[in-house]
């Protein structure tokens, strides 16, 4: 297992991405519950209606992500894009809506192996029962198979990724001929059937409404069809291809769901007058009735029908086991070669297989079986959110990558997904904002509390940011509380109501019961009192809760901020010290060369703009450097330039002093230097001309007064007073002064 290789070998055939894509895209819930849920909500024409318009807006999605393949053919996905094309923290918030997506569908299809045990072995594996969660039992044989599971899993994707992409292909093509057949012979037979397909809507709301809420939850049925985005690295053929295999693997997908919808309908016991009945009375049912799809399979097909069901049930989890922990091991290779994961889950074994971020999600996947199948999917539902946030970020990501390469279709496809997006997310986010279009209250709960789970972690992830690549999008982060502070108003407002709706349903039981019509008025209001304390009770509860949830993001986010800005501070102090390094001369300790060139440009800038009408340039120019340094060494030479400048700072002790060269200085008098500069001058020039008999520094100098209107800039400024000093050097020659 030790790190022998730094690259991804390239494994990725075109089949093996549909099947990827395939597999992934469809799991347990696709047989199971998947028709139960369109059907019930929508109807067989409305449910394939909706499905159809969103496969419509997936295929435009899909657009996006082949398009950012092409730009961005890395591990990671919608975690690389966001990051590349927005910044580090949008590529961050991806990452987290990401990894619950991912974990979650892994999740939720380990933990369905002792459903599938349940419906077709019996109790074989009910034994050990050690307690029960949200209704749900958990046993200590359904633990052991789930953790086995995980764990083979693990292993097979840490070892053989080859053989597993054969096994992701043939299945594949195994589940979705299996279906086909299935609903082909179906609609066949059905014909000479008593079964009818009405209502095709159900009575809850309109037709459109009921169309909007199925397309609505397009992601949740779709997510997955983009994890071949995590291992683009790996793919034998060209990017190019990758538009074809993804709207390939939609309208396979999309088919696939119609027909298992569709394949629900066209069979139910005799009992029922139409399939709604059958439908709404499902959960009241066991064995093959309770599974509508597996009964039309066998009212027309028999055991045999049954039988390529259970098989293809069987595929179904095991692409979607295979599918999810391919992409989450490369999404973890991808955060762990940007540190926000440790750097030892980028490692890569002989076979090219990131095994150490297989590890990961299998070591943290071993415990979910203890948690209950009811608590699993609460979580699976999040994942509705979380498609729509991360299909938005990459829909806004190709819409910016393509304005600069002006590519309009993508910009096309990119608007279409964004917008959409958004529109789901206000369809599930706003309750009641149409008939039934809001989700359950405990998902709110979970995404609120997922949420603060990523402020604190990205807290952990900016203490060990030494390259201050995260930070730098605070109003993503007030985006993220203000959703926050909403999902939680919105929890608290759907408790209250569902508890004050508890509360009338359980006085109207209790009136009901009173018989005494005496003590009827007495019993009702103790009765009433006590459920009003109760209510109240449970609704400061909600509002605790929710105060809590906004206290701890409140919290976090301002000590993010605090951190964030405590680095900014840090970093505008070492850039300054960098600043005052590169200004200052370090021999002298008088302002350096570049500093004068950034003067220039700033008094330039002032006669430009007529904001400045005096000032006078100084040159002075050491006199006989190279005959110290010849003769007494470049130490003295060291020391007779600061000589130098002392008396030029001590002189003109209000205006700024640059060394300019290596034995030449400049002054820009202003003020009092500006007013006094001609006695400076001659002062200067007599300690010159006495040091000349002393043997003390001898420097020339010359000075020139900026002219309005005459001078359209500093450097004939410069220039005149340059002249002057070379006539001063001219003159202290004379006199006897070492020149060079």
Same mark, same amino acid.
């Given at each position: 297992?030790?790190?022998?290789?730094?690259?991804?070998?390239?494994?990725?055939?075109?089949?093996?991405?549909?099947?990827?894509?395939?597999?992934?895209?469809?799991?347990?819930?696709?047989?199971?519950?998947?028709?139960?849920?369109?059907?019930?909500?929508?109807?067989?024409?409305?449910?394939?209606?909706?499905?159809?318009?969103?496969?419509?807006?997936?295929?435009?999605?899909?657009?996006?992500?082949?398009?950012?393949?092409?730009?961005?053919?890395?591990?990671?996905?919608?975690?690389?894009?966001?990051?590349?094309?927005?910044?580090?923290?949008?590529?961050?918030?991806?990452?987290?809506?990401?990894?619950?997506?991912?974990?979650?569908?892994?999740?939720?299809?380990?933990?369905?192996?002792?459903?599938?045990?349940?419906?077709?072995?019996?109790?074989?594996?009910?034994?050990?029962?050690?307690?029960?969660?949200?209704?749900?039992?958990?046993?200590?044989?359904?633990?052991?198979? @789930?953790?086995? !599971?995980?764990? #083979? *899993?693990?292993? +097979? %994707?840490?070892?053989?990724?080859?053989?597993? &992409?054969? @096994?992701?292909? !043939?299945?594949? #093509? *195994?589940?979705? +001929? %299996?279906?086909?057949?299935?609903?082909?012979? &179906?609609?066949?037979?059905?014909?000479?059937?008593?079964?009818?397909?009405?209502?095709?809507?159900?009575?809850?709301?309109? &037709?459109?409404?009921?169309?909007?809420?199925?397309?609505?939850?397009?992601?949740?049925?779709?997510?997955?069809?983009?994890?071949?985005?995590?291992?683009?690295?790996?793919?034998?053929?060209?990017?190019?291809?990758?538009?074809?295999?993804?709207?390939?693997?939609?309208?396979?997908?999309?088919?696939?769901?119609?027909?298992?919808?569709?394949?629900?309908?066209?069979?139910?016991?005799?009992?029922?007058?139409?399939?709604?009945?059958?439908?709404?009375?499902?959960?009241?049912?066991?064995?093959?009735?309770?599974?509508?799809?597996?009964?039309?399979?066998?009212?027309?097909?028999?055991?045999?029908?049954?039988?390529?069901?259970?098989?293809?049930?069987?595929?179904?989890?095991?692409?979607?086991?295979?599918?999810?922990?391919?992409?989450?091991?490369?999404?973890?290779?991808?955060?762990?070669?940007?540190?926000?994961?440790?750097?030892?889950?980028?490692?890569?074994?002989?076979?090219?297989?990131?095994?150490?971020?297989?590890?990961?999600?299998?070591?943290?996947?071993?415990?979910?079986?203890?948690?209950?199948?009811?608590?699993?999917?609460?979580?699976?539902?999040?994942?509705?959110?979380?498609?729509?946030?991360?299909?938005?970020?990459?829909?806004?990501?190709?819409?910016?990558?393509?304005?600069?390469?002006?590519?309009?279709?993508?910009?096309?496809?990119?608007?279409?997904?964004?917008?959409?997006?958004?529109?789901?997310?206000?369809?599930?986010?706003?309750?009641?904002?149409?008939?039934?279009?809001?989700?359950?209250?405990?998902?709110?709960?979970?995404?609120?509390?997922?949420?603060?789970?990523?402020?604190?972690?990205?807290?952990?992830?900016?203490?060990?940011?030494?390259?201050?690549?995260?930070?730098?999008?605070?109003?993503?982060?007030?985006?993220?509380?203000?959703?926050?502070?909403?999902?939680?108003?919105?929890?608290?407002?759907?408790?209250?109501?569902?508890?004050?709706?508890?509360?009338?349903?359980?006085?109207?039981?209790?009136?009901?019961?009173?018989?005494?019509?005496?003590?009827?008025?007495?019993?009702?209001?103790?009765?009433?009192?006590?459920?009003?304390?109760?209510?109240?009770?449970?609704?400061?509860?909600?509002?605790?809760?929710?105060?809590?949830?906004?206290?701890?993001?409140?919290?976090?986010?301002?000590?993010?901020?605090?951190?964030?800005?405590?680095?900014?501070?840090?970093?505008?102090?070492?850039?300054?010290?960098?600043?005052?390094?590169?200004?200052?001369?370090?021999?002298?300790?008088?302002?350096?060369?570049?500093?004068?060139?950034?003067?220039?440009?700033?008094?330039?800038?002032?006669?430009?703009?007529?904001?400045?009408?005096?000032?006078?340039?100084?040159?002075?120019?050491?006199?006989?450097?190279?005959?110290?340094?010849?003769?007494?060494?470049?130490?003295?030479?060291?020391?007779?330039?600061?000589?130098?400048?002392?008396?030029?700072?001590?002189?003109?002790?209000?205006?700024?002093?640059?060394?300019?060269?290596?034995?030449?200085?400049?002054?820009?008098?202003?003020?009092?230097?500006?007013?006094?500069?001609?006695?400076?001058?001659?002062?200067?020039?007599?300690?010159?001309?006495?040091?000349?008999?002393?043997?003390?520094?001898?420097?020339?100098?010359?000075?020139?007064?900026?002219?309005?209107?005459?001078?359209?800039?500093?450097?004939?400024?410069?220039?005149?007073?340059?002249?002057?000093?070379?006539?001063?050097?001219?003159?202290?020659?004379?006199?006897?002064?070492?020149?060079?």
């Amino acid at each position: 297992m030790d790190k022998k290789q730094t690259s991804f070998d390239k494994y990725v055939s075109p089949l093996t991405a549909w099947a990827l894509v395939l597999g992934t895209g469809i799991g347990w819930g696709s047989l199971v519950v998947t028709s139960n849920n369109y059907l019930s909500h929508a109807g067989p024409l409305g449910s394939a209606l909706g499905i159809l318009i969103g496969a419509v807006i997936m295929i435009a999605v899909a657009r996006n992500y082949a398009y950012l393949i092409g730009h961005f053919p890395s591990a990671g996905g919608a975690y690389t894009y966001a990051k590349k094309v927005f910044g580090y923290d949008q590529g961050f918030l991806t990452a987290w809506f990401l990894a619950l997506t991912y974990i979650s569908m892994f999740w939720a299809n380990a933990t369905s192996l002792p459903l599938f045990a349940r419906y077709f072995l019996g109790d074989i594996f009910r034994f050990g029962y050690i307690y029960s969660i949200f209704g749900y039992d958990i046993y200590i044989g359904e633990v052991m198979l @789930t953790i086995a !599971a995980v764990m #083979i *899993f693990s292993l +097979l %994707c840490m070892n053989f990724k080859k053989l597993l &992409a054969w @096994t992701v292909s !043939a299945m594949a #093509i *195994f589940l979705t +001929l %299996c279906i086909s057949i299935c609903f082909v012979v &179906a609609i066949i037979k059905h014909g000479g059937a008593s079964y009818s397909f009405h209502p095709l809507f159900t009575e809850n709301g309109s &037709a459109l409404s009921q169309v909007v809420r199925i397309a609505c939850i397009s992601p949740w049925a779709f997510i997955g069809f983009e994890n071949i985005s995590h291992s683009s690295e790996e793919f034998t053929f060209s990017e190019k291809k990758t538009l074809k295999i993804l709207i390939l693997a939609v309208l396979t997908l999309t088919a696939l769901y119609v027909f298992i919808t569709l394949l629900s309908v066209t069979a139910y016991p005799d009992r029922y007058d139409s399939w709604f009945e059958y439908i709404r009375d499902i959960d009241n049912l066991s064995g093959i009735e309770g599974l509508p799809v597996f009964y039309a399979a066998h009212y027309y097909m028999g055991d045999a029908g049954v039988w390529m069901l259970i098989l293809t049930l069987l595929a179904l989890i095991i692409t979607s086991l295979i599918g999810n922990l391919t992409a989450l091991s490369r999404l973890n290779y991808a955060l762990a070669k940007d540190d926000i994961l440790p750097k030892a889950f980028a490692a890569l074994n002989s076979k090219s297989i990131p095994w150490k971020a297989v590890l990961l999600v299998g070591g943290i996947s071993v415990f979910v079986p203890f948690l209950g199948r009811t608590t699993i999917g609460c979580i699976v539902d999040v994942t509705t959110i979380g498609a729509t946030i991360i299909y938005g970020f990459v829909s806004a990501a190709a819409i910016k990558m393509a304005k600069k390469t002006n590519d309009r279709s993508v910009i096309c496809t990119g608007i279409v997904g964004l917008v959409m997006m958004i529109a789901f997310g206000l369809y599930l986010l706003i309750p009641e904002l149409f008939t039934d279009g809001s989700i359950a209250k405990e998902t709110y709960f979970l995404f609120t509390t997922w949420a603060i789970l990523g402020f604190i972690f990205f807290r952990y992830i900016l203490k060990k940011d030494y390259e201050q690549r995260f930070g730098r999008s605070i109003v993503v982060w007030i985006a993220v509380l203000s959703l926050i502070l909403f999902t939680s108003l919105v929890w608290l407002s759907k408790s209250t109501m569902s508890m004050t709706n508890e509360a009338m349903e359980s006085v109207k039981t209790y009136y009901d019961s009173l018989i005494d019509t005496a003590s009827l008025k007495a019993s009702m209001d103790t009765y009433m009192n006590q459920k009003m304390l109760e209510l109240r009770n449970a609704n400061f509860r909600s509002i605790l809760m929710v105060t809590v949830f906004f206290a701890i993001s409140i919290f976090v986010l301002l000590n993010n901020y605090t951190l964030m800005k405590t680095r900014m501070l840090k970093g505008e102090q070492e850039l300054l010290r960098v600043k005052n390094i590169a200004n200052a001369d370090p021999l002298t300790g008088v302002k350096s060369k570049h500093a004068f060139a950034e003067s220039e440009r700033l008094i330039n800038e002032e006669i430009r703009a007529g904001l400045i009408n005096e000032f006078a340039v100084v040159i002075c120019d050491v006199n006989g450097l190279k005959h110290i340094n010849d003769t007494l060494g470049h130490k003295a030479g060291d020391e007779y330039i600061r000589s130098a400048s002392n008396i030029i700072c001590k002189h003109f002790a209000n205006s700024p002093v640059y060394r300019i060269g290596g034995d030449e200085f400049a002054v820009i008098l202003t003020g009092n230097d500006y007013l006094k500069r001609h006695e400076k001058v001659d002062d200067i020039n007599r300690i010159v001309e006495d040091a000349i008999e002393t043997g003390d520094v001898v420097f020339s100098i010359g000075i020139s007064d900026y002219v309005p209107r005459k001078d359209d800039n500093i450097y004939t400024v410069l220039e005149r007073a340059d002249a002057l000093m070379y006539n001063r050097k001219k003159q202290l020659k004379q006199m006897g002064a070492v020149t060079r």
